[in-house]
């Protein structure tokens, strides 16, 4: 090899090495800074959003002007004081009995769903979550019950997971009259579905309300169940009678309800009663995942009973073994016009911040893993938005999903009002909801109070889609968490 040759040689060794190096090193960059370090917190993720208003960034004291902010432990229910309903939850492991097969699973005080909690409004709650036997650890979140931050049941966000043979104390009041549901929030893609849930009903206070039922659908393996059960769900009433059928969706898909042969009313929808629902027919109710919807069905006068579709699934209302049945009438009932309108307590046109939650797709990398990913405002998890709001504020968020997929979006601790959805104006009953269906392509805009301070997800509820990273979270300026994702608890809210 003459001198000439080698040099050659060197260089297009030099310039391949360099080459890899200008693909490589950005690959292993996006990874590198996908990884969620074992032991984050959720204040040092992503970057602050603040929606147009000036302000500080939320906790930690990152910025000289910040100061340390007030530990979202201190936002916590009365410590005092006997409660109203108390009760305990034993959090295991083991199987389901579901349409005659046995599933491994999760139970509370030995079944899945867990008992339904009742209380009335202004009750104070207790539950004492036991966990006996879950080795990933456990959680309670209250899904719609806007509670205080501290009784939250996020791990890593809002408390430690509870450790097999540890338990928690969660207390709060419970204002609002409505249909809610109860769910882990550690590990919660597997836990949740896994059957590590149950309903929560309010009751208007002193209530005459009639008679009612709940309706948890959800599906254990590839058992569509209502209460955990593959049979129908018989509810007991006299002809002549109106039932109140809450309807929980504990799935991640849209679940649709409808009354086949018969005229029904929406009642309420995410624990807010609907203003002047009336009457519909052949239309079903599009349920998103996490979502609720009472339905209002009246039992008929010849002895038979009055069906309610859930998906594949029924529950018969009346005394007959009997009721008419038919297929999804496949028209949606229109939530922008139905019901009458009054007022909400705010102007939610006068907003003091202004958020996007843009939803969309992207070849990337999320906690190392390559793959099709899904954004925020262009950021893949954990390079996501902190909305940042200080109490008080009227807050406008638009919420817009380009990914081609439907996304439930759940935000913690409050309600949200729909205001528009793809540019066309809410008209009929005030629409709020805690768990709004972003079907692919839609855009709405909602707003809401922030009344509630603390530090909140606001998260898709298709649990896989969350622990794949569509999850953002919402932070009151000066309050901090002293939890960390990862940390000594194992703390994976998803
Ligand atoms: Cu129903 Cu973040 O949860
Ligand atoms: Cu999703």
């Given amino acids: 090899m003459t001198e000439r040759e080698a040099l050659g040689r060197r260089r297009r060794v030099v310039a391949a090495v360099v080459a890899s190096l200008l693909v490589l090193g950005p690959l292993a960059w996006f990874w590198w800074t996908s990884l969620v370090p074992a032991n984050a917190s959720v204040m040092d993720m992503g970057y602050p959003d603040t929606g147009g208003a000036p302000g500080a960034t939320p906790g930690h004291g990152h910025t000289p002007t910040d100061g340390p902010g007030v530990s979202l432990a201190t936002l916590a229910g009365p410590s005092g004081g006997d409660p109203d309903v108390a009760l305990t939850l034993t959090a295991d492991t083991g199987p389901i009995e579901v349409g005659g097969r046995t599933l491994d699973g999760y139970t509370l005080n030995g079944t899945s769903p867990g008992p339904t909690i009742e209380a009335e409004v202004g009750d104070l709650v207790e539950v004492t979550l036991v966990n006996r036997s879950v080795p990933d650890g456990t959680t309670l979140h209250w899904h719609g019950v806007d509670v205080p931050n501290a009784e939250d049941g996020v791990a890593g966000v809002t408390q430690d997971a509870v450790p097999p043979g540890g338990s928690h104390v ?34 208007p206070p002193g209530s005459d309300e009639g008679a009612q039922a709940v309706a948890a659908v959800h599906t254990y393996g590839a058992v569509p169940t209502i209460n955990g059960s593959a049979e129908s769900l018989r509810v007991p009433a006299e002809p002549g009678d109106q039932v109140r059928v809450r309807v929980v969706n504990t799935g991640s898909g849209v679940l649709r309800a409808w009354v086949p042969g018969a005229q029904y009313r929406l009642l309420a929808l995410d624990g807010r009663d609907l203003h002047g629902p009336g009457t519909v027919t052949d239309e079903a109710v599009a349920i998103g995942g996490g979502g609720r919807a009472d339905l209002e069905v009246t039992v008929p006068d010849d002895g038979g009973s009055v069906r309610v579709r859930l998906g594949s699934q029924s529950v018969l209302v009346g005394p007959g073994d009997d009721a008419p049945d038919g297929d999804d009438p496949r028209t949606t009932l229109d939530l922008l016009t139905y019901g009458t309108p009054t007022d909400v307590g705010f102007d939610p046109r006068a907003a003091d911040r ?57 935000l913690h601790g409050h309600h949200l009002l729909v205001l528009s959805r793809d540019g066309e104006p809410s008209t009929g009953s005030p629409w709020w909801t805690d768990s709004l269906e972003l079907a692919a392509g839609e855009s ?49 809210p998803e």
């Fill in 170 to 203: 969660y207390r709060f009041v419970v204002e609002d009259a409505g249909t809610y549901w109860y769910h882990s929030h550690q590990v919660s893609h597997a836990q949740v579905r896994g059957g590590l849930f149950g309903a929560l009903v309010v009751h």
């Fill in 354 to 410: 202004r958020f996007d939650y843009a939803i969309g797709r992207r070849p990337g990398f999320v906690a190392g893993r390559p793959g099709l990913q899904w954004t925020i405002n262009g950021h893949t998890y954990p390079d996501v938005p902190m909305y940042v709001v200080s109490e008080g504020d009227v807050v406008q968020m638009t919420l817009r999903n380009s990914s081609g997929q439907g996304h439930p979006m759940h």
């Fill in 444 to 492: 709405y805009e909602v707003a809401f109070v922030a009344d509630n301070p603390g530090i909140w997800m606001d998260h898709c509820h298709n649990l896989p889609h969350a622990q794949q990273g569509l999850v953002a979270h919402l932070a009151y300026e000066g309050v901090d968490t002293p939890y960390l994702l990862g940390g000594d608890a194992d703390n994976a």
